[in-house]
Each structure stands twice: as C-alpha cells, then as structure tokens.
C-alpha cells in the first residue's frame, strides 16, 4: 500500500472517531479537533438548555456581519448554565442564570472557566463544582 494511501486511511479513521466524539480526542491536537468539529453546532437537551443557548446566541450574534458563535457544549444545574462556544477560529466558556424567564450572562471568556472562576463571579460553590463536573461528564473527561 503506498503512503498516501496509509496516510488518507489514517485521517479517514481519525475523523470517523472524532465525530461519534471518542475519548481518542485527548490524544488529538486542539487544533485539528476544532478544525473537524468547529462547525457542529450542539443540540440542546430539554428547555432549559434551550433557553440558556438561544440568550446566549441573541446576544453573541446581534451583529449580522460577523461570523456567527455557535454553542458546541451546554450543562445546566439549578438556574445556572454552563456553555461552551466558537467563533471563527477562538473558543471558550460562558456561564448564565436564569432569573425568574430570562437567562442573564454572568460571566465568560476565551478558553475553560472552572470552578473558582465561575465562583468568584456569583455562582454557588457548590452549583460551580456540579456545573464543571457535569461538563467535564459531557466531553468525556478529557481536561
């Protein structure tokens, strides 16, 4: 078999893993995985993650000249959400809760929150740790 042959069969293999979202995605540079995954938006799980994603898409995409953000990841515990985004070529995290019909964001940034982030910026300790647990659950464990 030639080496172009082995080659195109191995980054077949490598993008069929990718998508049915293996755990083989530690092993895989964050730029390959973003550049397989970064436009597979995620698919909400019930109305809760559905409110929290689309507040969170209202307010990322108001300006319909730029690339729009898609949310690739949500967790949501109590009235709190968790949510994982892209925009062109950047990625991170932004939390949000829920007051009385209206997801408000609290905070976000390029790259991962975690527990104490999310803390000092107003979420319960013990909702932050349920959140980051939850979320690393979600992508299988791989941070």
Do not use: C, H
Not at 3 to 22: C, D, E, M, P
Not at 47 to 75: C, F, K
Not at 82 to 109: D, F, H, P
């Amino acid at each position: 078999m030639s080496s172009k042959l082995v080659s195109l069969f191995l980054i077949g293999i490598i993008i069929a893993l990718i998508l049915k979202a293996t755990p083989v995605r530690a092993i895989l540079s964050p730029s390959l995985i973003s550049q397989v995954v970064a436009s597979v938006p995620y698919q909400p799980q019930g109305v809760m993650e559905e409110g929290a994603v689309q507040a969170y898409l209202s307010y990322a995409n108001r300006d319909p000249n730029q690339v729009p953000t898609i949310v690739t990841g949500a967790v949501v515990v109590d009235s709190y959400a968790l949510l994982n985004w892209e925009y062109s070529q950047m990625a991170g995290q932004v939390v949000l809760v829920k007051q009385g019909e209206q997801w408000q964001i609290l905070r976000g940034t390029g790259g991962l929150l975690g527990v104490s982030f999310m803390v000092n910026n107003g979420v319960p300790e013990t909702i932050a740790q349920m959140l980051w647990d939850a979320y690393l659950q979600q992508q299988g464990g791989l941070y």
